[in-house]
């Protein structure tokens, strides 16, 4: 098998003493001593109280925490609760740590729990963060039982939003995916997320774990699999998501080229899914497809704007070579008007990000400046988006992200123009 | 006198002759050699374009920010660059191998002097253009660092890296070739130094407000309030 070849010996004879399973939970760490204590409590009452028959394991994949985060996984006994009521677990549940490497990568972690998915042949697996700091045993169970039950083979999560956050995956990552892959996932890059045995097994045989893109966030990639592979895909709605206090999450610089590199390089690796595509997948969401709650101010975003102009002043050459001159001139326009006139349109931002994709594809410079080259305009993007909004409810913002999805959509012949055309 | 002379003549012309006799053998020599070698240096030379555009070293050098800088020199791919350089370095080899052939009296020390050179100026330009990528690579990315976390005068910063690795490339691709030695360290040390220098004069005082605000930022306890933009994701 593939994975006799990267997993430890230990690990292995850890996974042999356990069997077979039915569910598998998998929790990647890196210090995370004071949550995963917690984390781990919710996860084992959410089986107890779920999945009472089934032959479950938690897997705790740690990527060299200096703290006492793997004392913790393995100190804490497995107990029933006082306050649990009715049927609970008739089953052990099989608990596994292992170190995986010395420094933390998200897809070498998931490398590890999808081999262990498919040598305990588990029918059903979900991936659960140490770091959501409000994670309810609801949200496990709603990552696993599409899976389990209703034979999906991909579950991401939906979650509740304020009105401005998590504007990366609503104005550049679900439209794009959307009118690229047909993929209508709108968390493609999430914390947690559900999966199925068989699409583990195909996802292990790709050659492709120790690539930068895949070692950062491999989650978006299994999505695209499934989706190229005609699996099922869902989405469960599993309610607000909380920034944890300790742990605010990758700033702007780092989520794109976390996301959007990564995203970039699905593209190119699996052109031949989205080359020929012109309908979206259909697939099963559980609960509302979108919510977003008419809390929060829009930030101060001053610096924002200033960060752009600079951004681009100072990027031109860079930004010359990606961009075809008309959209460079375009914006090179817009960063000069004053900040109050100032509006980055949606057509504009949709060229942008086409043009990108194909320079990432022509490899115009190195991949991952390129998308560091992003960031300035992502952030007049985001000045723009911020200012139009400031007193948008929900639905005017839902609707204006329905337009830019149509957008998205009707400009992808010209995608596939620059994808094709030669370099000059 | 008349015999004198006629002898002379006589004597001078089968010298030439004789001359000739052997040194026309030697140039045919020289000049098979000569051919021998621009054949070798041409298959050579398309062995090398066929083994790098295998390995794609034209992406490679375009990535790097390499044929950037090639395109504004007017020059060819970097493939096409070090192919031809093959050529050259190679036929040039096949040349002087020849012109040794001929004999004449002086050249041969030259000519085995140039010889000992050849690697060394060989090695002279894979260190320029490692210095070369290197630098545009580097600095590149600490262009777009300081752009994107919003740091004052990016473009010097960058280009202060860019210099301080081109000057340490020349100076080692002169050392390597043995041009002036003692001359080009010093002036290596002189520009550093003095750059250096420079960028700290300019940075303690020039820039006395910057440096207080940046070591606050990044060393003191009571950190600068950090400019906050909405979580991404």
Redesign the interface.
């Known amino acids: 098998m593939a994975e006799e070849s990267f997993l430890a010996d230990d690990f292995l004879r850890q996974l042999m003493s356990v069997g077979e399973v039915d569910l598998l939970v998998g929790i990647p760490s890196h210090n995370n001593a004071s949550t995963i204590g917690q984390t781990l409590q919710t996860v084992e009452e959410s089986l107890r109280q779920n999945f009472v028959r089934e032959r479950v394991a938690i897997l705790n994949m740690d990527g060299g925490s200096g703290d006492e985060t793997r004392q913790i996984f393995e100190r804490r006994s497995e107990r029933r609760e006082p306050s649990h009521k009715g049927l609970t677990s008739l089953r052990t549940i099989h608990r596994i740590s292992c170190e995986y490497d010395r420094s933390p990568s998200q897809g070498l972690a998931v490398r590890d729990i999808v081999a262990a998915a498919d040598l305990l042949r588990a029918r059903a697996c979900a991936v659960i963060s140490p770091a959501t700091p409000n994670l309810t045993p609801s949200w496990v169970a709603n990552l696993l039982r599409p899976v389990y039950r209703e034979g999906l083979d991909f579950v991401a999560p939906l979650y509740e939003r304020s009105r ?6 609503r104005d550049l990552l679900y439209p794009m995916s959307l009118a690229i892959f047909g993929n209508k996932i709108r968390e493609l ?2 914390d947690e997320w559900g999966f199925s045995g068989r699409l583990a097994s195909q996802c292990l045989e790709q050659d492709v774990w120790h690539e930068e893109a895949i070692r950062a966030r491999p989650e978006a990639w299994m999505a695209i699999k499934a989706t190229g592979a005609g699996l099922k895909c869902g989405q469960y709605f599993l309610g607000q998501k909380t ?1 944890s206090p300790g742990a ?6 780092e ?2 080229r976390q ?1 959007v590199g990564n995203f970039f390089w699905c593209m190119e690796t699996n052109q031949s899914i989205w080359n020929g595509r012109s309908t979206s997948q259909p697939i099963v969401t559980f609960g509302p497809d979108h919510e977003l709650s008419s809390d929060g101010v829009p ?1 101060s975003q001053e ?2 704007f ?2 752009f102009r ?2 681009v002043n ?2 031109e050459p ?1 930004l010359a ?1 990606i961009l075809a001159k008309d959209t460079h001139a375009q914006i090179k326009a817009i960063s000069l008007t004053d900040r109050a006139k100032f509006h980055f349109a949606g057509e504009l931002w949709v060229k942008t990000l086409y043009e990108f994709a194909a320079s990432y594809h022509h ?5 991952d ?1 390129l998308v ?2 992003l ?2 305009l992502y ?1 007049g993007r ?1 000045y723009s988006f ?1 200012q139009e909004h400031a007193n948008s409810s929900p639905d005017e913002m839902e609707a204006q992200s329905e337009i830019l999805c149509q957008e998205f959509e009707r400009q992808k012949p010209y995608l596939l123009e620059r994808w094709t055309a030669k370099r000059e | 006198m008349k015999t004198v002379i006629i002898q002379g003549l006589s004597q001078a012309y089968s010298n030439l002759v004789h001359m000739f006799a052997e040194f026309l053998p030697r140039l045919l020599v020289m000049l098979v050699i000569v051919v021998v070698g621009l054949v070798v240096a041409y298959g050579l030379k398309t062995i090398l374009r066929a083994v790098l555009h295998v390995t794609r070293l034209d ?1 490679l050098s ?4 390499a044929s ?1 800088f090639l395109r504004m020199a007017a020059l060819p791919s970097m493939t096409e660059l070090l192919s031809r350089s093959l050529f050259w370095v190679t036929w040039s080899g096949f040349i002087l191998i020849g012109i040794s052939v001929l004999g004449v009296a002086g050249l041969q020390e030259q000519i085995s002097r140039l010889f000992l050179l050849l690697p060394a100026i060989f090695v002279a330009i894979l260190i320029l253009f490692l210095g070369l990528v290197t630098a545009n ?1 580097l600095s ?2 600490a ?3 300081a ?4 740091y004052p005068s ?2 010097l910063l960058s280009w202060s890296i860019r210099f301080v690795i081109w000057a340490l490339a020349v100076s080692m691709a002169l050392e390597q070739v043995g041009v002036a030695r003692q001359t080009v360290i010093a002036a290596f040390s002189i520009i550093f130094g003095a750059f250096m220098f420079g960028l700290a004069i300019a940075f303690g005082l020039g820039g006395k407000e910057l440096a207080r605000e940046f070591l606050e930022r990044n060393l003191g306890e009571k950190k600068a309030e950090k ?7």
């Not at chain 1, 605010?248 to 610089?253: L, S």
């Not at chain 1, 490899?363 to 991949?367: D, E, K, P």
């Not at chain 2, 400019?227 to 994701?233: K, V």
């Open positions: 401005f956050q998590g504007l990366l995956a890059y999430s920034a605010p999450g990758p700033d702007i610089v989520a794109i996301t930030p610096k924002t200033d960060l600079s951004g100072e990027l860079i070579s490899a115009v410079l190195n991949r400046h560091q080259a960031v300035p952030r985001l911020l | 992406r375009e990535e790097a920010g950037r690579f590149r990315a262009l777009l660092a752009v994107n976390a919003g990016p473009k400019y906050e933009e909405p979580q991404p994701l």
